[in-house]
Every structure is written in C-alpha cells, then in structure tokens.
C-alpha cells in the first residue's frame, strides 16, 4: 500500500515536498513515478524514479524545479517542487511500476498507487 502526503495550499513560487511511504511492500525492485490529475483532466506524468535511484525523468513542464528522490532505509519517494505555479495545481499521485526507461512516463503501466494528495497554488 502507497500513501501519499505533503500536499497543501502554497503562494505562486512557493515550495512543497510530496512524500509517498509503502507498507507492507518493499519498492526497492519498483520504479517509482508521481502523476498529477487536475479537474477533468486525465493524469499526467509529472517524474519518475528508477528502482537504483540511479535515473529520473521529468516532464517538461517541471525540468528544473521539481525533483524527485528515493529513500530505500525509509521505503519512501518524494517530490520537491519549488517554483511553484497555478498550473501545477492537482492532485498527486504516486505510483510503483516495474517498467522502467521512457515506459514509466505511461501511467497504465503502474501497478500500484496511492490514495493522491492534492496541491493548491494560489497565483
């Protein structure tokens, strides 16, 4: 089980830092991604972690101000996002998938997911 927290109200330009804790289930053999779903919006790919921590991919949108990272002792992943914007307003998901290169940007690959915690950017 995934769960997911961090989410909140924050000014344009502001930071936050998802967390996305397992139990029950290690995810040191899962990549693992984060994706966001706004109001009628289908989800979005946001960042993705190879299960080494070794390789990320970003969405274009956030190269450069969201990172994401992985902590195998705390069986954790997280999502730094600083400069945020309106547009980067949803619902975050996090999710673990055993496909990994470019096939973790494909959220129908994600075996499992969290409940998503939802991000507010007030501009």
């Known amino acids: 089980q995934l769960q997911a927290s961090g989410g909140g109200l924050v000014q344009a330009g502001g930071s936050l830092r998802l967390s996305c804790a397992a139990s029950g289930r290690a995810l040191s053999s899962y990549d693992m991604g984060w994706f966001r779903q706004g109001p009628g919006k289908e989800r979005e790919f946001v960042a993705a972690i190879s299960w080494s921590g070794g390789s990320t991919r970003y969405a274009d949108s956030v190269n450069g101000r969201f990172t994401i990272s992985r902590d195998s002792a705390k069986n954790t992943v997280y999502l730094q996002m600083n400069t945020l914007k309106p547009e980067d307003a949803a619902v975050y998901y996090c999710?673990?998938?055993?496909?990994?290169?470019?096939?973790?940007?494909?959220?129908?690959?994600?075996?499992?997911w969290g409940q998503g915690t939802q991000v507010t950017v007030s501009s």
């Open positions: 999710g673990a998938t055993v496909y990994g290169g470019t096939s973790s940007r494909d959220h129908q690959l994600y075996r499992y």
